[in-house]
């Protein structure tokens, strides 16, 4: 692999890492929204999460047989989760069902969202150390032809 090829994978990964924790302060933020399911005017809004992807090359030296090898991390898509919404007693609510009196919250779980934050926190630091030993390889490759 080419030593600045190494640079675009690692900022790859630095970007997809850094979507998913905007994903997760977006969806700690939207926590306590509340709205009405199927009501246009006031949507229940729906935990998010991204879809990773492997980004892929033609490549000569790539592994035998695949013909194809790594290039870095891609977001796909970023998916709503499909969970029904947290319902909450609540009559005096604006939002609340007038029959029922139950206000719908989204079903996001703090505990979750906090341990993918520290995943995503993780990874985001594992390519800076990544695309730092990539550099000092370079300054070092350089001092070598200076001689």
């Known amino acids: 692999m080419p030593l600045f090829e190494s640079f675009g994978i690692s900022a790859s990964g630095l970007t997809a890492q850094r979507l998913w924790l905007d994903i997760i302060s977006n969806n700690i933020a939207n926590m306590h929204t509340a709205g009405r399911p199927g009501d246009p005017a006031a949507p229940v809004y729906r935990r998010e999460a ?5 980004k892929l090359r033609q490549a000569a030296d790539a592994l035998p047989g695949r013909g194809l090898s790594a ?3 891609d977001v796909a898509a970023v998916v709503a989760d499909p969970a029904p919404p947290r319902m909450v007693y609540d009559p005096r609510n604006p939002l609340a069902n007038p029959q029922t ?3 719908a ?3 996001i779980n703090i505990t979750n969202e906090m341990v993918n ?3 995503a926190s993780r990874a985001y630091e594992a390519g800076v150390t990544t695309l730092n030993a990539a550099k000092d390889m ?7 032809g200076q001689g």
């Open 117 to 119: 934050m520290i995943a």
């Open 105 to 107: 919250y989204p079903d």
């Open 101 to 103: 009196g139950y206000v």
């Open 71 to 73: 290039a870095g991390v």
């Open 50 to 54: 991204p879809v990773f992807v492997e």
């Open 138 to 144: 370079a300054l070092k490759g350089l001092a070598i």
